[in-house]
């Protein structure tokens, strides 16, 4: 049984100290599953793995599938694998202080997560909560919610 997870990583430029520190606390736990991340974010995710492997002298193979940058359309690209069922969990380390320039964006990725019963982590409590889970072990954790009845509504007539 595999019980490979694809998860999600993405940090505004304010919280990738934190995320890449987080990263590193959990390497050994991040190497057994397939990664995702936004532009930047996954450049320093994999600058950071590659720092660990030498570190432990290890031959441990990397696989980190690299979106666009968040305001360039990551986080778009991100919902729309949720939506697809390709992503298991998402950490995302957002900073609630500073208004960004995709705002939009980040809401409507955070409401998909939601929508799709995706595990969120957008704190480090929160993703040390999930990436420790006696779930991380199980197949499919997650129960996707059925939407049948939604798309088959009664939609008024337009005139």
């Known amino acids: 049984m595999n019980n490979q997870k694809n998860i999600a990583i993405v940090a505004h430029d304010n919280r990738k100290k934190d995320i890449i520190e987080w990263v590193e606390w959990n390497f050994d736990i991040l190497l057994k599953h397939q990664l995702t991340c936004t532009g930047t974010t996954g450049n320093l995710v994999e600058k950071a793995f590659l720092r660990k492997i030498e570190e432990t002298n290890s031959h441990q193979n990397i696989s980190i599938h690299k979106l666009r940058s968040g305001p360039l359309g990551g986080d778009q690209q991100l919902g729309a694998l949720i939506t697809e069922g390709k992503i298991d969990i998402a950490i995302f380390f957002w900073d609630p202080m500073q208004p960004h320039p995709h705002d939009v964006d980040v809401k409507a990725l955070l409401r998909i997560a939601v929508l799709y019963n995706i595990p969120i ?4 409590a929160t993703a040390d909560f999930i990436i420790s889970s006696p779930l991380m072990a199980e197949k499919d954790a997650t129960i996707a919610t ?14």
């Open 121 to 124: 982590a957008c704190n480090r």
């Open 146 to 159: 059925d939407y049948q009845d939604y798309l088959h509504r009664d939609i008024p007539e337009l005139k």
